[in-house]
Each structure stands twice: as C-alpha cells, then as structure tokens.
C-alpha cells in the first residue's frame, strides 16, 4: 500500500502550476521548442501556449525566452526565473512528500486498517 498526493500553486483561485505544467516547462528546457515539448507531453502547441501564457500572467514574471524561426529556426529556452522557479517547486514537491509519506507510515504502521 502506497500514498499518492497532488500539488498545485492557485492565485485567487486559478491555477497557475502544477505537475503537468512543470512537465511543460521541462520538456521545453529539454527540447529548445515549444512545440515538441508539447509533443512529448502529448498536449496540443495550443493548449502548452495558454499554459505558458496564464501561466506568465499570473505569476508576474516571464517564463520563457522564444525565438522566432527563420534560417536557423526558432526555438524557446526557460529564463533564469523559471529555473529558479522549478528549482523551489521541486523542493516544495519532495518535502511535501517525505512529510506525507511520514505520516502515512506512522498513522498505517501496523497495515491493520
């Protein structure tokens, strides 16, 4: 038996990042390219758009650096705030894990339910 939690960050009730978002924000970093990072996280470039677009809006800060094509093409790159950001959400995730985790094992210790 295993505990499985979900974070998210909201600002006045909206979403702003999560899971899938950072996903996002890593196969960008991964891929140089907005548009086969959302290919690898099977999303359309339309919906990896609104993403970054709420996602730059809400947070007040941009996220992404994009060069538009031409001769040696585009390409999107994170900027040092999203590295930074990614960075603190990561750390927010694992410790928001281990604590869950903790307390799983303490309150089902014995696994008598």
Not at 48 to 73: D, P, S, V
Not at 102 to 112: A, L, Q, V
Request: glycine content about 12%.
């Amino acid at each position: 038996m295993e505990i499985k939690s979900k974070l998210w960050i909201e600002i006045d009730g909206k979403p702003v990042f999560g899971r899938g978002r950072r996903f996002l924000l890593e196969a960008i970093h991964k891929q140089g390219s907005i548009n086969q990072a959302a290919k690898e996280i099977n999303i359309s470039y339309r919906k990896a758009w609104g993403y970054i677009k709420a996602m730059e809006e809400r947070l007040g800060f941009k996220l992404i650096e994009r060069q538009t094509g031409g001769k040696n093409g585009g390409g999107a790159s994170l900027t040092e705030e999203a590295k930074k950001f990614l960075t603190k959400y990561e750390a927010l995730e694992m410790g928001i894990r281990e604590l869950v985790d903790e307390r799983f094992r303490k309150i089902f210790k014995d696994n008598g339910l």
